[in-house]
């Protein structure tokens, strides 16, 4: 029997018409298959459910006190009365009976358990108020509170709204913050900038903490490339980003601070063969046979002509070489951070060949390769002008980056438990998820991460940074993390996965639960979201955007003359991905 589906109804809930228990799905309302008992546990749960959202209802948009106790009150009564009859909320039998509906692990989260799963007490929900009302304000006094205003409600400058909640025009505004907020040129290189029609007018404002962080170094090559090539008018805008950017460059590191190993990737080409021929000194006819390449593709090094020295070569096969490994073999193996290794090849009684390791002749090319590192690191400062080079590139890539430092107080948190209060790491761990991009929240056990993330999801949502966020949780623990999430945000609309959600017949319709719902998070275990397949669409760009990515590289080797083993393993290493690609598409994927 199904009935058409009431809009006051949560889709995928119980309801009770006319004393008869249904179930909503999509446009209709079905009775379900339920037991006596059961039937009458769904039908307290769904008075509980309902006294429960209209308290979350009253405490959102109702300021009267007396309104709030009363409901609370009578959720008393209600949960008391239940609970008589049919045990705790969180019990099995009554999570049998109302898993199903979309407010069950709210319910859940009006009791607090003990480590014995046994109630510890009522949630705070019974006697407190537990969600704070959303205030908008619509004006302040000073730029600054503008600003601090504007990155809570916009997550960034947005010197419209400042403008309307001030009254001040973008300019004063702009002139009042100096030194705290910046045009920012992005990361353009300066070359690819149409200085013809560029307007630093129209460049976005960003906040101090976000201008002077990243890569400073780069930051301040633009810059100071915009202020001597722009017109006076547009130039003189970034005075304050030159002169703010060089008091925030790091300290150049010297050459005694820096480690540098054979096979940096850092390091020109043209100074490891400068290395080579002077350590090992190869024959003049010889020197444009054996040369050293690197492919930035394969991050690998490559030396051409390494065979071509004869055995007459004391440097080569005897100071830093073997005779079953010449110097140029090992250099080649170092460059790579490979340790050299002598394989004899040996025939098993029934024919087979196999390698097997040369104890004696690997710790003696091991010998050389050691040598080889040390008369490096004797060699790469030695010389003052490839020591002053050095250090400058070094200084460029890897000394460039200066850290952001995140501030979470202005951060309102709407819709928060007042109850709780983060902690000042806390709200700047969730600042950091809001305006970082990719988070490592890398505390210890114990330190609030859960509260931090389910608070950088509310707050993502509210300032429109996401739509609908999705936790893959360890399985043990989705429960738990749906009891945080709604202690921290009572009135928030969270999807919990169930073991049974993703059984072969349900998972297309959690799925599409996922898909349809308007959650404000969705909560799954490792192993539920390893289920959820990966689209054709999808992997077959992937693999198109590695084939093509490997056919760039090959043509790279070919230009750079690498050994044709390197190119034939790149080949092979294609021809493997277009058979992958081929089979997904000869082939109809169904989850069945």
């Not at 490592?440 to 429109?464: I, Y």
């Amino acid at each position: 029997t199904s009935i058409p589906a009431d809009p006051n109804v949560k889709n995928y809930s119980y309801t009770v018409v006319d004393g008869s228990v249904y179930y909503r799905e999509n446009s209709r309302r079905v009775r379900p298959e339920l037991n006596a008992t059961a039937a009458e546990r769904v039908k307290g749960m769904v008075e509980l459910r309902d006294c429960v959202q209209n308290l979350i209802n009253l405490q959102l948009w109702e300021s009267d006190p007396l309104a709030i106790r009363g409901e609370q009150q009578r959720l008393n009564r209600l949960y008391d009365s239940f609970t008589e009859k049919y045990g705790l909320i969180n019990s099995r039998a009554n999570s049998l009976a109302f898993a199903d509906d979309s407010s069950y692990y709210l319910l859940c989260s009006l009791e607090v358990l003990d480590e014995q799963g046994e109630l510890a007490r009522k949630a705070d929900m019974f006697t407190r108020r537990t969600i704070k009302q959303n205030s908008v304000i619509t004006s302040v006094d000073t730029a600054m509170e503008a600003l601090a205003l504007s990155i809570s409600e916009k997550a960034g400058v947005d010197m419209k709204y400042m403008s309307s909640l001030t009254g001040k025009d973008e300019e004063s505004l702009a002139s009042e913050l100096k030194g705290v907020i910046f045009r920012d040129p992005g990361d353009t290189e300066p070359e690819n900038i149409p200085l013809a029609f560029y307007d630093a007018g129209r460049l976005p404002f960003v906040t101090v903490d976000e201008y002077l962080s990243g890569n400073v170094r780069q930051k301040l090559a633009l810059a100071e490339f915009l202020h001597d090539r722009l017109p006076a008018g547009q130039a003189e805008q970034f005075d304050t980003n030159v002169e703010a950017l060089r008091n925030a460059q790091p300290k150049d590191l010297d050459a005694s601070e820096i480690e540098v190993r054979l096979g940096a990737t850092w390091i020109s080409k043209d100074y490891i063969q400068q290395f080579m021929e002077e350590l090992l000194e190869p024959p003049f006819y010889l020197r444009r046979s054996i040369q050293v390449n690197f492919s930035e593709f394969t991050a690998e090094w490559n030396i051409t002509g390494k065979s071509s020295v004869g055995y007459n070569n004391i440097n080569a096969y005897v100071t830093y070489g073997t005779e079953r490994a010449n110097a140029y073999r090992i250099l080649e193996d170092s460059l790579n951070l490979r340790d050299i290794r002598i394989y004899d090849t040996v025939t098993d009684p029934d024919g087979k060949e196999r390698r097997v390791l040369n104890s004696k002749e690997t710790t003696l090319a091991q010998q050389k390769q050691q040598a080889i590192r040390e008369a490096f690191q004797d060699w790469v400062w030695k010389d003052p002008q490839r020591r002053q080079d050095l250090v400058k590139r070094y200084n460029e890539i890897f000394n460039s980056t200066r850290p952001r430092e995140y501030d979470g107080s202005h951060i309102r948190f709407s819709g928060m438990n007042p109850e709780i209060t983060l902690r000042e790491h806390q709200k700047n761990a969730v600042a950091h998820i809001l305006y970082g991009g990719n988070t490592l929240l890398a505390h210890e056990v114990g330190a609030g991460k859960t509260f931090e993330m389910v608070a950088a999801c509310m707050e993502s949502k509210r300032l429109g940074l996401s739509h609908k966020a999705l936790f893959a949780v360890p399985n043990h623990l989705t429960e738990q993390w749906a009891s945080e999430f709604l202690r921290l945000y009572p009135s928030a609309n969270i999807l919990v996965a169930t073991r049974k959600d993703f059984e072969t017949r349900n998972r297309k319709k959690f799925c599409a639960r996922i898909a349809t719902g308007d959650y404000d998070a969705v909560i799954i275990g490792h192993s539920q979201f390893e289920k959820i397949p990966v689209s054709q669409e999808r992997q077959e760009r992937l693999l198109q955007d590695q084939i093509e990515e490997i056919e760039e590289g090959i043509e790279e080797l070919k230009n750079s003359r690498a050994e044709n083993f390197t190119i034939k393993q790149m080949e092979h290493t294609r021809k493997s991905l277009e058979a992958k690609l081929k089979k997904l598409q000869d082939s109809t994927h169904k989850d069945d």
